[in-house]
């Protein structure tokens, strides 16, 4: 059975950090592309972060870009996102997500056909 499932979120004051994990089962990551989504109560859900299979390129939302990083550990078929310099504008659910197609761009979500249960990120003083 093919899933993702996400952890690693939490309070944290403005500034602090945070790293996300997004554990892959059912599937390896060198032929999926997986995502990093937030949603925050009363706005659409937005695109964070993914990271390429194969060659492991990764794209970045412009909101996000120089304070958070993605990675993966193929040994251990997860993905990280780790997240610095946090704002309290960050506070959101967070979703990882697999599609299975090799992204030359952030993916809007109706290319991913697996979600995870989601995380609560809270950056609040």
């Known amino acids: 059975q093919l899933q993702v499932v996400e952890s690693g979120g939490g309070l944290v004051q403005p500034g602090g950090s945070l790293r996300l994990s997004c554990a892959a089962s059912g599937f390896t990551l060198d032929y999926y592309t997986i995502g990093w989504f937030r949603q925050a109560p009363g706005k659409e859900r937005e695109g964070v972060s993914c990271i390429r299979g194969h060659d492991g390129s990764t794209y970045y939302a412009d909101s996000v870009k120089g304070r958070f990083t993605i990675s993966r550990d193929n040994a251990k078929n997860t993905v990280y996102l780790q997240m610095n310099s946090l704002k309290p504008e960050d506070t959101a659910v967070y979703y990882c997500?697999?599609?299975?197609?090799?992204?030359?761009?952030?993916?809007?979500?109706?290319?991913?056909?697996?979600w995870g249960q989601g995380t609560q990120v809270t950056v609040s003083s």
């Open positions: 997500a697999a599609a299975p197609v090799l992204a030359t761009t952030l993916l809007p979500p109706n290319e991913y056909d697996y």
